[in-house]
């Protein structure tokens, strides 16, 4: 596997977005579509009658349009209004007004009525609510409907007895463009709606992801509170039980108190552990640069990858480090640039940190295979593919990953006011411009004043309250 995540399916639409394609029309949209249809057709045949004297077959045009009119009071009485349509439905009614609308051409001049494009408008939406087996199933049927209808129909004949029938050229060119306009519009449909579909879940899944993170900060200050509430209690028994011990001449008694004094030190320890990488403090509302991009990737640190800071002002040694706002989307997005990173680095990963008076600069490097390149012009977009996902498959089998984590984190960093940009990196210091940085390589920059905190501080003021 390739260093992006690669989502694989079998119909070229995004994993979450072909699961929720279910039940996404509901009943009533569909009979008030239908019924200003029925509307447009009545007002069609009224108007070709009484305007242009057209003889039609009025009683089985009525007929073919009472038929719609009735499903439709169907499923006005019978099903609920909230009702949604399953897929199987949804491909039922689709090809319902295919039907209706094929044989009413078939009663009113075949490809000689204008109004044959409107055939394109049920394959529209089963491009856009279907999978793929039935979309196809939509879309041949639409094709069939107008070839019938384009070979056996009955002509539009006038009050004088004359045909209004276009030359064959002209009908033929009608039927292709209709063809090719069904298989267009199919294919530009589907196409966008599955990258609607993607882009909505992948960034649900960012929203998930940065309310997780401040989930965690919340609950450091929450542990950070209860340490400090335990503290005292704590302490008092850790005391007293000291002062019991020295007292007491009983073996079986003194190894009771002893262990009552070590079970209240291990609760402190775990308390203070607990709390110490999160108290909702106004302190740490900030943080130095470096530290918060050390804890950004803390939780990667003992996973058989060596990180490798360089944490340094890009202008001079007297350039001190800023202080930069200690945000959760910050410390997420670098965290996934970070495991991307260590998920496919060989066993080195740089991360270099530099600082202008104007920008703050931050690069992660890697020794891993790298992108691939063809995925170069397209990482942080979700649910990516690509050819070259099989090619580092052995590296990490059963990795199958959707693209998910790089669209995070470039979402929750360009939400700070970040810009990033990838490539695959070299050492520019080796004599050949190849050495051990020569995998994945991303850059993040900002504009300092976007996320520094240096401005002097006289008092940061009381804590916030804690309420539970």
């Known amino acids: 596997m390739t260093q992006t995540d690669i989502s694989h399916t079998a119909d070229d639409a995004p994993i979450f977005a072909t699961a929720l394609r279910s039940n996404w029309v509901r009943l009533r949209t569909q009979v008030l579509l239908r019924w200003v249809a029925?509307?447009?057709?009545?007002?069609?045949?009224?108007?070709?009658?009484?305007?242009?004297?057209?003889?039609?077959?009025?009683?089985?045009?009525?007929?073919?349009?009472?038929?719609?009119?009735?499903?439709?009071?169907?499923?006005?009485?019978?099903?609920?209004?909230?009702?949604?349509?399953?897929?199987?439905?949804m491909t039922g009614v689709l090809l319902f007004d295919i039907c209706q609308l094929g044989t009413l051409l078939l009663l009113t001049g075949g490809l000689n009525n204008p109004f044959a494009l409107f055939v394109l408008a049920p394959v529209t939406i089963s491009a856009t609510v279907l999978r793929l087996g039935p979309m196809l199933l939509v879309c041949g049927a639409a094709i069939l409907w107008i070839t019938v209808a384009a070979r056996w129909h009955i002509p539009l004949i006038t009050e004088d007895g004359s045909v209004m029938r276009m030359p064959e050229d002209f009908v033929f060119g009608f039927w292709v463009s209709i063809v090719i306009g069904t298989l267009f519009v199919a294919v530009y449909a589907r196409r966008v709606t599955a990258e609607m579909s993607a882009m909505g879940d992948a960034l649900a899944a960012t929203q998930m992801a940065l309310a997780r993170e401040q989930k965690l900060t919340d609950l450091g200050g929450v542990v950070a509170a209860a340490a400090h509430e335990l503290g005292t209690p704590l302490a008092t028994i850790?005391?007293?039980?000291?002062?019991?011990?020295?007292?007491?001449?009983?073996?079986?008694?003194?190894?009771?108190?002893?262990?009552?004094?070590?079970?209240?030190?291990?609760?402190?320890?775990?308390?203070?552990?607990?709390?110490?990488?999160?108290?909702?403090?106004?302190?740490?509302?900030?943080?130095?640069?470096?530290?918060?991009?050390?804890?950004?990737?803390?939780?990667?640190?003992?996973?058989?990858?060596?990180?490798?800071?360089?944490?340094?002002?890009?202008?001079?040694?007297?350039?001190?480090?800023?202080?930069?706002?200690?945000?959760?989307e910050i410390v997420h997005g670098l965290r996934n640039l970070v495991q991307n990173a260590v998920d496919f680095a060989a066993s080195q990963v740089w991360i270099d940190v530099r600082w202008t008076t104007d920008a703050i600069i931050l690069r992660i490097a890697d020794d891993g295979p790298g992108y691939p390149q063809e995925m170069l012009p397209r990482l942080g977009d979700p649910f990516l593919r690509g050819r070259g996902a099989a090619l580092f498959r052995p590296e990490r089998p059963g990795y199958d990953g959707m693209g998910l984590g790089l669209f995070i984190a470039k979402t929750l960093l360009e939400r700070s006011g970040a810009e990033l940009s990838f490539a695959n990196g070299f050492d520019p210091d080796a004599p050949d411009r190849r050495g051990p940085r020569t995998g994945a390589l991303v850059e993040v920059v900002w504009r300092r004043d976007r996320i520094a905190a240096d401005a002097p501080r006289d008092a940061l003021g009381e804590n916030e309250a804690f309420h539970p």
């Open 238 to 328: 850790t005391l007293v039980s000291g002062e019991l011990a020295e007292d007491l001449e009983d073996p079986d008694h003194l190894a009771d108190v002893r262990l009552i004094r070590e079970q209240a030190d291990r609760c402190r320890d775990i308390l203070r552990s607990m709390g110490r990488a999160g108290k909702d403090d106004l302190h740490l509302k900030s943080a130095p640069l470096g530290a918060v991009v050390q804890e950004a990737a803390e939780p990667h640190q003992g996973r058989g990858r060596a990180l490798n800071f360089d944490i340094r002002s890009a202008d001079g040694a007297d350039d001190p480090q800023p202080q930069i706002q200690r945000r959760p």
């Open 38 to 89: 029925i509307l447009g057709q009545l007002v069609a045949i009224t108007v070709a009658q009484r305007l242009f004297d057209l003889h039609l077959e009025l009683g089985w045009i009525y007929l073919v349009i009472g038929i719609s009119v009735c499903s439709n009071l169907v499923a006005v009485f019978v099903y609920p209004e909230n009702r949604r349509l399953s897929e199987p439905e």
